[in-house]
């Protein structure tokens, strides 16, 4: 049973550009979750999405940033018009069940603006 | 809100001793409790959860951790640090939020082992 898949591992964009960031979940886990390491600060969580349905998007910023996860194909994180203070990292989780929260991380896509 | 405090940013063990990571959180019920670790450049790996039951919970790599509601902490241990245990370590409470739960991490503690 292979672990979450994130790609790319690593990402660099221009400032302007577009960051898309995808997360595979593990076989039979429907619950997807998007954090984000900033130096210093730790990892906060971002959104919590099931299939299909956004269920809290209380961490993510409301500008620029909009996450899906469709019925087919893995969850993705998109980040418009990237500026310099979202370089960070940006982890995975998935979950087979809504609570408790047994989750499996990925390895993390590391975005860096220039 | 609830917090998670990992109060030593910083700790150097020498191999074969003994480890103790501190973690203390303030949440309004009893929590999901979690430590995971981050070597370099990696992902976060699960050492260990609490959800209910026995206080005394054993993990992966020999590591184990300790949920104490009186003092709201969640310490791990483990009796005899390997240089290869050194990397990051975190700390994170599942927050109950309508049926679901999210978590929150403390800011971590790095882990040095000298030999």
């Known amino acids: 049973n292979a672990g979450v898949m994130q790609n790319p591992r690593h990402l660099v964009r221009r400032r302007g550009q577009e960051a898309r960031l995808r997360c595979s979940p593990m076989k039979g886990h429907s619950h997807v979750y998007w954090y984000r390491q900033l130096p210093e600060e730790g990892l906060k969580f971002m959104v919590y999405?099931?299939?299909?349905?956004?269920?809290?998007e209380s961490g993510m910023p409301k500008e620029r940033f909009s996450a899906e996860f469709p019925k087919e194909g893995p969850s993705i994180l998109r980040i418009q018009q990237v500026v310099r203070g979202d370089s960070a990292a940006y982890f995975c989780?998935?979950?087979?069940?809504?609570?408790?929260?047994?989750?499996?991380f990925g390895q993390g896509t590391r975005l860096t603006v220039v | 809100a609830q917090s998670v405090t990992q109060p030593d940013i910083h700790i150097t063990v020498s191999e074969g001793a003994s480890l103790e990571l501190r973690c203390n959180y303030s949440?309004?019920?009893?929590?999901?409790l979690f430590w995971y670790v981050q070597s370099p450049g990696q992902g976060l790996q699960l050492l260990l959860k609490?959800?209910?039951?026995?206080?005394l919970v054993q993990g992966i790599k020999g590591f184990e951790a300790e949920f104490k509601r009186s003092q709201s902490s969640f310490n791990l241990r483990k009796p005899s640090v390997h240089w290869s245990d050194a990397a990051e370590y975190f700390c994170?409470?599942?927050?109950?939020?309508?049926?679901?739960?999210?978590?929150?991490f403390g800011k971590g503690t790095m882990l040095l082992v000298s030999p």
């Open positions: 949440y309004g019920a009893t929590p999901y």
């Open positions: 999405l099931q299939k299909e349905n956004i269920i809290d």
């Open positions: 989780a998935s979950s087979p069940y809504r609570d408790p929260p047994d989750a499996f």
């Open positions: 609490y959800f209910s039951g026995d206080t």
């Open positions: 994170a409470v599942g927050r109950l939020n309508s049926g679901y739960s999210t978590l929150t």
